[in-house]
Each structure stands twice: as C-alpha cells, then as structure tokens.
C-alpha cells in the first residue's frame, strides 16, 4: 500500500527561494481557488535570482534528464482556456541528466530582466510571471513548480496632463458643465473637481460619479469587451438649482484599480473611465462618460 | 389621509430609529474594541438613516439629535485615535472614502472638528473646505440639518478673537466668512422648501419651514456672539452681507423673519450706528412681507435701548435716528398702497413710542408722526377695526404717558385730529384716559386756551356726539365719566382771576352746549370753581395797580346765574335750588346786595315751581333758612320779604311735625346776637308760640287718627328753642313760658311714652342743671328757672 502510495507521489519536493525574499516587498494577489496569497513584488529591469532546492524524499532517487528554470511572462484569456501566450520566456539549465539522491540546491539569476507589462488578473484576461522549474524526466513524466510573482511597472509623471472640462445638456431640460482636475491620475491620487449647474428642469433624486473600468479582450471579430463599475461615489443629494456648484473630491485609494493598459501585446486593453450619472425621481439616469487614464506612481514620489 | 400620513410618519420614524440604534451600537462595540474601520463603516451606515425623505421635519430633527449624540462619542473616538498615532490628516481623508455623501458629509464634520483642535492646520482652511463640501446636499431639510451640524461642531472652533484657534492666518474675518457662507446657503435651501412638492400642501410646507427657521436664524445668533464683531466689521461686512442674503431671496416668510432676527440678536448700539443700512433694506423686501410689525420691533428696541441708557441718546441725535425711521415708515407706506389700515397706525404708534423715549424734549417730532398719521387715515373715515382702534388709543395715550402732563400733549396740534377718527364710543374712552391721567397726575391746565384744547379732546365726554347714539350707554359708566368730568373742572386752575374767568367761560361754552344730561355733573363743580375764583378777587378798591379789573364780581355773578338758569330746564331744580343758596351766600360775601337778592329770589322761585315733594320741600327749606339766617347784606326790607316769605313756607308744610319744625326754625330769622338790627323778640315768640300750637295739633292729630297720643318729642324740642333764647336773653321769652312748657312736658310724660323722648327730655333737664352751676349772666338766668 505505502508502496503504491509511494509510486503515484513526486518523487521531490522542490522549493523556490529568492536570494532577497526576506527584504522584498510582498504583495497580496488573488489565487484561482479565491484565496489571496502574498507574492513578491518585482518590476521591470529587476534582477531576479534566487535558489532552487530539490529534495528527494526519503530513500529515493530522482532520474532526470536535466533540470532547468523558466521566467514566463504569459497572457491567458479565459475564453480561451489552456491557451497561454508567453510574451517573455527566459531560460537557465539547472542540471544536466543525472539523478539526484539527497537534497541539492541550484542558485539562478535572470539579470534586470525586462517585464513590460504589469500583472493584471482581469474578468477576460489574466497576465502572470511565473518562474517555472522543471525536473525532466522520460517517462514518469516532468516534476514540474511554479512560483508566482507579480510586477509592477512605475510610470513618470506625465508632461501633459490637462483638466478635463465638458458642457453637456439635454436641451431645455438639463444644462451642465463639469470639471475634473487632471485627465491622468495616479492609482493614490484624488479626483478633485466640479459641477456647475446651468439649466436644471427636472427633479433629481442624486448625482453620483462612478468609475468604470472596460476590459477589452482579442482582437477584430472575436474582442470581448467587458465593463465594471468599480466605484459609485455619490456627488450630491437634491435637486440643485440654477447656479449651484457642486465639489468633487474622490479619493481614488480605496479602490480596486489598476493602470490603464492599452494594447497589452495585441492581446488585450484596459481603460478607465469617469461616469457622471445623475438620477431623477423617476429613476431615470443621465450620463456622461469620460475616459481617464490611470498610472502607477513610484510610491514615494506620490504626492 | 392626514391621519394615516402621521401613522405612517411614526412608523418610519421608528424604523429609522432602530436601525439606527442598531448601528450605533456596532459602532460603539467597535470604539470599544478601537477599531477604526469597522467605527467608520457602522457610523456611516448608522448616518445613512438620515437620509430618508419621508419624515417631517419634526420627526426628522428626533433622528437628528440620535445622530449628534452619537457622533460626539465618535468624535472623542477620533480625538483618541490621533492620540494613538493615527495621523489626523488621514484620518479627515478616511471618512471621505463613504460613497454615499450624507454619511461622509456628517463624517468630515465630525473628523473636521478633530483636525481643528489638533490645530494640525489653519482652522479656516479646514472650516472653509467643510463648508464648500456641504454644498453637495441640495435636499433642503437634509442640507439645513448638515449646516446646522456643521454649525453647531464649529461654534467653539472659530478663529474669533480671544479664541484659541485665533492665529497668524486666521482671523475674525475667516470665522465671519464662514458663518456667512453657512448663513447664506441654509437660508437658500430654507427658501427652495417654498418651491418644491405641489401646491396644494403649500399650507403644510409654510409650516414646516417655520418649524426649520431656527436654523437658519441661529447662524445669526452665532454672528452675534463673535468677540471680533465689532461695530465696523458688523456695518461693513455682516450686516450689508446677511441684507443681501435677505432681500436676494425673495422669500416672504425668509425675509420677515431674518430681518426680526437682526433686529433682534444685534446689540442696539448697532443697529442705531447703521440704521440707514438697515432701513433702507425695507422697501426692497416683497410686498407681502409684514414690515409694519418689523419696524414696529425695531423701534420698539430702541426706545427701550434709549430709556434704559440715557447717555446713549446723543447718538440717536448724531445719526438722526427719527427722521430716517420717519422717512423709512413714509417710503414703506408708499410703496404698499393697499396697507391694512391697522398697520400704518401700528407703525406710528411704535415711531411716536420711539420718539417720545428718545427725543422726550422734540414735541415737533411728536407732532410730525401724528401730523403723518393724520394724512394716512384721511379718507378713510372713521376706523371700524377694532384692533386698529385699539392701537390708536394706545398711539393717542403715549404722549400722555409719557409726559405725565396733559398740557404737553395739548401742544399737539395734530393730536386732536387723530382724534377725530376714533369712533364715538372709543373718543369716550380715550377722554376718560386723558382725563384719569390728569387726575393721576395732578396736572394743572392753566390757560384757557389749553382748556380749549383739552376739551376738544375730550369732547366725547363733553358732549353728545352729532350721530345719533347706536348704542345707549351704560348708565353707571356714563356717571362714571361725568363724574371724572367733574373732578377735571378742579384741575382747571389759574392764580389769575383775569385767566380763570376766562377758563370758567369756556367751560361753560362747552357744557352748555353739551347736552341736558351732563348738566347736573358738570354745573355743580362748574359754580364751586368760580365761586372760589369769587372769593380770590382783590377785595375793590384795593388794586394796586390802578388798573380797571376786567373781571369784576358783578360780571361772575352773572355768570353763574347764566350757568344756574340752564339746570332747571334740564330739569335738576333741586342742584339749581342749592346752587343758587350758595351763590347768595358767595354774593353776600362780596357785599352785593341786589344780586344777593337775586339769587334768593331764584331759589323762592324753584321752591315754589319746581320743588314739589313734601321731604324736599324740608330740606330745601332747612337750606333757606339757614342761609337766609347768615345773610349779612341785606337791608331791612329785603329781609323782611324773604323772612316773611320762609316763614310763610314753613307753614306751608304738609306734615305737621315738618311744619313744626320749621316753624321753630324760622325763629333764628328774627334774631341774631351779633346783629342789633335784627333783634325782634317778639317774632321770635310768635314763631314758638306758633310752633307750639301745631305741636299741639299735630298730637291731637296723631290722637285721633291713630288712637294714641303723638310722641312729645316735638314739645322737647321747642323747649330746647325756648332754653336758646332764653339763654340768649331775649326779653319776651320768659322764666314762666319755659316753666309752663317744662310742666307741660312733664304732664305729657306722665302717658306711656317712647324712651327716645323720655331720655332727650332728661337730657334736656340735665343740660339746664348744669347751666345752673355756672357762674355768671346764664347761672343766673338758670337759677331762675324753676322746675
């Protein structure tokens, strides 16, 4: 019985460490089964090196035909199951063809690796780093482990970054003109802004601004688009009257948000937007869409 | 429906208040156990309550004092929380995170409150983002509560001066700012109540909004409890600022009652130093608003103000303070032409208020509000609202209050006039005020041209007014009245016999022509007042000044002849009878003989025309005697006739016992001790003898028609007779006739008597004894005596 236990069980364990894991910074990532687990943080031109450490279980031996470390970069569509594209692909031969008998430990090293892309785990679509080690073997198959890792992209301030600022209206019932501070923001940043009333005809129950994100999967006949509101922020309570100004001041921190992506290797984009929604009593909503892009700002130098 | 509405409303009510309970509780376990998230998610839900539109203001106020209780204890929380570390400049972006806004407006309030004591930033920075937030509530009721909040946590925090949030960059003007802006947009959501829902519960609407008022007006009170609102930031910034509020909004129930409210939270020391401001905001309100009562209140202030601080009142003249309230109350009149009438003599009544505490001395200025409020009720008739009569009278009493002295009000040209639009039964009553506050204060009208004056106010009382009378007046009012008339003629006194007679004249102008049933009231004390005047003329001959005397007693003698004349007609014979007795006697006085006469021969006259009932006819007779008895001027022959005719009286008298006694009476006719010119003893006896017979008859009267024999008390009497001249020494009475009546009594006692005689005979008896024991002519003439 142990035997036949024995024989269907990896023959190793193999464990990923990273050289630096003690000082990197963790992060917390959502896993497949639902359960978040703490990742390392890396970014793009980081030098990824670390150990690798496989250990036999007892009183056994593992025949292999060499052992080696991949660095993935993959997009996966969930519509397209089991079909990864891997947009970067790094490899380190660990080991050639032997066997090993007791625990051994390989050091690796990808040197400032270049991560174009952020990892991003959409509705559609889902961008991972992966380190992958595999024990190859003929015919019991490869022992294979993998160790996730996320990255994360800091972006420069931007050169341009203009208010965004709009007059819309339905005629002889609703006239307004809104403004929000910047067109680009940062993932910590807040939203200030206004709106000013110029025409109110209707009876409004309230206004709110919501962020939408849309997440746009494929390209050409098969592009899946997917929209979410990821916040609803209530602006204002009442009818307004001609001439009210109203504040906005949306902190953007709390939320789920990522950096705008656009064109992610063909493959997929993801854009933000800033909904302006009034309500009126009769629960009829007015809307104004406009696109804001998000970055991410080296933590320090946020403001 | 409305039934079921309120069910409804407590049901909500209740709903709301336990899942708000509910919540404040979770937030309480949270602040227990320190945990900030959690404390902020159940207050913002337990907050969320308030966000219902389906109570009434009233009912919505109970879930709004929940909220505030429990927000304080948040409030402490967070105040802990920065204690712990946590930094309060994220703590103020935290509670911002609440996606829906009524929760994290009251939670930036409260976390706002927090940051300004940590004094982490500027408190105006931090006051002035709360309250731009707060624009984000546009729901009127949910908007006045949040500012009301946001009020209420910021009380303490302003950078007033002397307060601790007073620093470098804050200053009274940021704190004056902020409470403005507050102000102004409370009062603009408190005036968009007005315009929402249907019109059919505007009715409801005006009263909610009343019931909401306070929170607005509060905002005021709070600009008023500043340190640093001094007079010059008050006339430069609050004032010109919050009247632009008020006449922007345009709101009727917004306008009279912000406008009370500055009148009353501002001290009157301002309100004086900007007056022009002020009033020159009234016309620009709308029509419907209720100005006359918010300048009534305001000058109502200010002359409290003025009374209470003397010294203050250089500055009423300094800023001309009447003639711009005078100018005000014109324009605001103007501009509403179809002013109740109420109204206008409401504000009058208040300004003439006004100037009489502050410009007591300015009788023109006095004059010129009634001179307006003249203008304004012609026209118009007389007044038939009862409420605006009312205010009229209390507008005509003012000045009467006021200088305790009617002769000052008299100087009033225009009072009169107002007078003239009472109607009549309010003219009485006005009369009887100005007439009690003569009385009151013993107010001395010197000159007849002030009586004029005064009469033609109170003509009234004076006279029957030209309608006919709708009502019949109560008979005990009207002698009440007639009666303080009467009292009135005595205060109507000049040292000055030349100036009196003037007076007594124009008095009788009046009641003369005042109607027959004031006469009896007002005759009398009419005659007594000249009569006085009579006895103060320089005695003739004695004038110092050589000067003719234009009023001589022959001329004031007629007179009161001419004022007598009119009381039989009215008819009152029996005042006229008396009064003519006592012009006699005044006559006599004087030495005139003729007029003397004169009036005796008046008072004969009544008596036999007009005096018809047997008791009268005793008393009156009692009085001729009497008088004629003291008459010193007459000569011989004059005398004798009006003896004569008493005496002829006297046994006229219907009754026995009355004819006795006034027979007995007319005795002291014939003899008067200081006067050896009327010393006829004879008479005297001839009278008593007379006296005796009717007694004698009259119990032979009493004998026969009853049975009994007739009291002796008559006889005892005229024994007393007998003993005075007697003592007297009159030669025809003698020791036997006393004697012979003294046994006569005596024989009559012997018959069952009544006791009263028995003891007044013994009385009698005792008084000769002690005569007797005295020494001299009368001990002698006594000793004589034999009984």
Known sequence: MNYLLGAFKPACNISITFSDGKNRKQVPMKKENGQTALVPLFHSQDTISGKVCIEPYQGKKVEHNGVKVELLGQIEMYFDRGNFYDFTSLV?????????????????????????????????????????????????????????????????????????????????????????????????????????????????????????????????????????????????????????????????????????????????????????????????????QQEITLYRLKEDASS | MIADGSEDEEKWLAAGAAAFKQNAFYMQRAIDSNNLKDALKYSAQMLSELRTSKLSPHKYYDLYM???????????????????????????????????????????????????????????EILKDLVEMCRGIQHPLRGLFLRSYLAQISRDKLPDIGSEYEGDADTVIDAVEFVLLNFTEMNKLWVRMQHQGPAREKERRE?????????????????????????????????PRVLEQIVNCRDEIAQYYLIDCIIQVFPDEYHLQTLDVLLGACPQLQASVDIMTVLSRLMERLSNYAALNAEVLPYFLQVEAFSKLNNAIGKVIEAQEDMPILSAVTLYSSLLKFTLHVHPDRLDYADQVLGSCVKQLSGKGKIDDTRATKELVSLLSAPLEKYNDVVTALKLTNYPLVVEYLDTETKRIMATVIVRSIMKNNTLITTAEKVEALFELIKGIINDLDEPQGLEVDEDDFQEEQNSVALLIHMLYNDDPEEMFKIVNVLKKHFL??????????????????????????????????????????????????????????????????????????????????????????????????????????????????TLQRMQVFGVENRDTLTHKATGYAAKLLKKPDQCRAVYACSHLFWLEDRETIQDGERVLLCLKRALKIANSAQQVANTARGSTGSVTLFIEILNKYLYFYEKGVPQITVESVESLIKLIKNEESMPSDPSAESFFATTLEFMEFQKQKEGAIGERYQAIKV
């Open chain 2, 513 to 626: 022509t005042g109607g027959p049933k004031r006469l009896k009231f007002t005759i009398p004390p009419l005659v007594v007042s000249t009569l006085k005047l009579i006895r103060r003329l320089p005695v003739e001959g004695d004038n110092p000044f050589g000067k003719e005397a234009s009023v001589t007693a022959t001329k004031i003698f007629q007179f009161l002849n001419q004022i007598i004349e009119a009381l039989p007609n009215v008819p009152s014979p029996d005042l006229a009878f008396r009064l003519y007795l006592q012009c006699a006697e005044a006559a006599d006085k004087c030495d005139e003989e003729p007029i003397a006469y004169e009036f005796f021969t008046q008072a004969y006259i009544l008596y036999e025309e007009e005096i018809s009932d047997s008791k009268a006819q005793v008393t009156a007779l009692q009085l001729i005697i009497g």
């Open chain 2, 207 to 239: 009263k909610e909004r009343g019931e909401l008022r306070d929170l607005v007006g509060k905002n005021l009170h709070v600009l008023s409890q500043l340190e640093g609102v001094d007079l010059d930031m008050y006339r430069d910034t609050v004032l």
């Open chain 2, 66 to 124: 929940r909220a505030f209780d429990e927000l304080r204890k948040l409030e402490i929380f967070f105040m802990e929380e920065t204690r712990r570390g946590c930094s309060v400049i994220e703590l103020y972006e935290l509670v911002q995170h609440a996606g829906n806004i009524l929760p994290r407006l009251y939670l930036l309030c409260t976390a706002g409150s927090v940051y300004i004591k940590t004094k982490e930033a500027p408190a105006k």
């Open chain 1, 92 to 288: 380190r031969e660990l080991d050639v063809p032997g066997e090993i008998y007791e625990r051994k430990t390989y050091p690796f090293e990808f040197p400032t690796v270049e991560m174009p892309y952020e990892t991003y785990n959409g509705v559609n679509v889902r961008l991972r780093y992966v380190l992958k080690v595999t024990v190859t073997r003929g015919y019991a198959g490869s022992i294979l482990e993998y160790q996730e890792l996320v990255v994360r992209n800091y972006a420069p301030l931007p050169d341009i970054n203009n208010s965004i600022k709009m007059e819309v209206g339905i005629e002889d019932c609703l006239h307004i003109e809104f403004e929000y501070n910047k067109s680009k923001y940062h993932l910590k940043d807040v939203i200030l802004g206004k709106i000013y009333f110029l025409l109110v005809r209707i009876k409004m129950k309230n206004m709110d601004l919501e962020i939408r994100r849309r997440e746009s999967t494929g390209a050409g006949a098969n592009t899946h688009v997917e929209t979410e509101t990821l916040a609803k922020f209530e602006l204002m309570d009442g009818t307004p009257v001609r001439g009210e100004s109203i504040p906005v001041r949306l902190f953007l921190a709390p939320y789920d948000l990522t950096p705008t992506h656009r064109n992610i290797n063909n493959k997929f984009s993801v854009k933000y937007y800033l909904n302006l929604v009034l309500v009126d009593e009769e629960d009829r909503r007015y809307f104004k």
